[in-house]
């Protein structure tokens, strides 16, 4: 007897279909396994992924003040403008897809100079980490709230695919120490360059991070406690979005190391949080590997890009809107009345 | 003395634009050098790379009697049929992108049964090079020059760059011979599963390229010999294409093996064809890398695709798209008043 259709997982039933259509068997090579991830997550044999939104949550560190970056503080509510105002790579890249992008300031430490840059400033800033916590448990809990209501605005606005962007000077820095904690490595396996550090920053990078792990023995215990005092208001921001995009089935396209280590941290708050994640790059940050094998995540590309903004994400949307099409789209063999294999 | 800005090169000028950008130096990782490559081809700072047109050249080889593909021969004119109704794997990636796709028919062996797939057929397809040469001389010469001609046509309809593809069924049996003798390599290390051979026929095809490569010995000594002898009508097609892309600086987007091992026929005919190539993916073919690396092409995306049709083209073209965007509408430092470095 046939078991009956309704016994098929959806992603054997997506499987089914990609065989089905007039293409060898197999040939959307890594492709095919994000489109069944895509039918998983949403439900749906042919997902529907054509409603992207990017939101970028954009905050200061107050461990920049140990020289930790190329740049000045000053350029992350420069940036934030920049972004806002259309003229960021990220506004190119997500303008001539059609992707509305917002813009969260969720910390930063100036007032903003733009109406378009939403106002949900937690602080001006994180404390210093390597003097003390980075913020109090109650502005972690705040920052991780301001990421789920936007994603609820997001998913009421008719949103069916998240992208995710940060910007925060010196936040290669807090993520590096938060990645260390999370993975249980030491922080040499995930530190990187950022935005360009040469070999001397690059080490003095890895003593402020040790400096702050010593500080911070406790951070070991609980994943609250870690992004309390190692963490950053975006950094909880784009955490608290995956957890709210994980409750409504929404698929989310991480960025860069950044968003990663905030993936991985909703996901030890709520293991399913995992489920709805697709890796746009790797970037050039070597942390950022360790963090996507942890997530158990293959990125699409992998062209050493390192700009944080969402960039990847919008880089990498093309792919995954274009395998979607395909799904909907192509002709079986049966259709087509192509002879098959 | 300052050099005089007119001495500088288009790439160098392209990379100070660049680096002028709001974003970390070299952020754009392995997409910087395609938008420098993109602006030494077509002359301008801010290439111009909005116009693309798919061009699918599809025909038959005798040496699929040997049974090289899973596939039988009639696939090649239901595949051209299925592209031309929009309902194959790059009808729908190319539509979903508004790209047109001229679909030229240069040697299938049966009547092609959609008046959309142009008729341009040399032959009913190639004879079997295991036994005599593929095409005679002057029907190599006739494919190259229908290449030439679609290009000339559509460049002269305003396209700015070029997207290639091709169906045919046991092309890959004839692009692994013509690789073999271009390379000067053993056939083993340009051999591939094609649309999936398992390993009993994997070995078959060895067999079948090692015994035409016997029988045309002389195919070594020069490209246009090798082409009649060992080649089809699509992979001189497609030489041709890259040839007058060549003449008028047009940017060629390969897409697979069979597209690259043509690409490197041009370039053995005219050394100066390479400079407007651009490689889409690496495929799951593995001589695809051996062809890529000869043309000292990296390819964009590297996804395992192997579905040919210029899939992997379209799947790219988004980048090139917005790459160039990124060229043409990110603010500089001094535009945004971003603090730089």
């Given amino acids: 007897m046939d078991e009956p259709r309704e016994r098929e997982t959806i992603e054997e039933r997506a499987q089914a279909r990609l065989d089905q259509l007039t293409k060898p068997l197999g040939s959307l090579g890594r492709l095919e396994p994000v489109i069944v991830r895509l039918a998983k997550i949403t439900g749906r044999v042919i997902p529907r992924t054509e409603q992207p939104m990017l939101l970028v949550f954009a905050a200061d560190h107050g461990v920049a003040e140990e020289g930790v970056s190329r740049y000045a503080p000053e350029v992350t509510e ?8 259309g003229t960021a790579v ?12 917002e ?3 969720v910390g930063i430490a100036r007032a903003v100079r733009h109406p378009a840059v939403l106002n949900a400033k937690v602080a001006w800033g994180t404390q210093n980490f390597v003097e003390q916590s980075a913020m109090t448990p109650e502005q972690a809990r705040q920052a991780v709230d301001i990421g789920q209501e936007r994603v609820r605005r997001a998913v009421g606005a ?7 962007g940060e910007l925060g000077i010196g936040n290669t820095t ?6 260390a904690v999370l993975l249980g490595v030491d922080p040499a396996e995930v530190l990187g360059r950022g935005t360009g550090l040469d070999d001397r920053a690059l080490a003095h990078k890895e003593r402020v991070i040790r400096q702050a792990l010593a500080r911070h023995p406790e951070a070991m215990q609980d994943p609250w406690d870690a992004m309390a ?8 921001a784009l955490a608290g979005a995956v957890l709210e995009a994980a409750r409504h089935r929404m698929p989310v396209v991480l960025d ?4 990663g280590v905030a993936a991985l941290w909703a996901t030890r ?21 360790r963090v996507l094998d942890e997530l158990g995540l293959t990125p699409l590309l992998d062209l050493e890009l390192r700009l944080g903004e969402g960039s990847g994400a919008l880089f990498a949307y093309p792919l995954i809107r274009l395998a979607g099409r395909v799904m909907a789209e192509t002709a079986t063999f049966e259709d087509a009345r192509v002879t098959p294999v």
């Fill in 78 to 85: 420069e940036m934030a403008v920049n972004l806002a105002m």
């Fill in 90 to 101: 990220s506004s190119v890249l997500a303008r001539n897809q059609g992707i509305p992008i």
């Fill in 103 to 105: 813009v969260v300031d």
């Fill in 158 to 164: 008719g949103h069916d695919i998240l992208l995710l």
């Fill in 174 to 179: 807090a993520a590096s120490a938060l990645a």
């Fill in 229 to 236: 005092r190692l963490g950053g208001f975006e950094i909880a």
């Fill in 256 to 259: 860069g190391f950044i968003t």
């Fill in 269 to 289: 708050v709520d293991p399913a949080a995992r489920d709805v994640l697709l890796a746009s790059h790797r970037s050039a940050e070597p942390g950022h590997r």
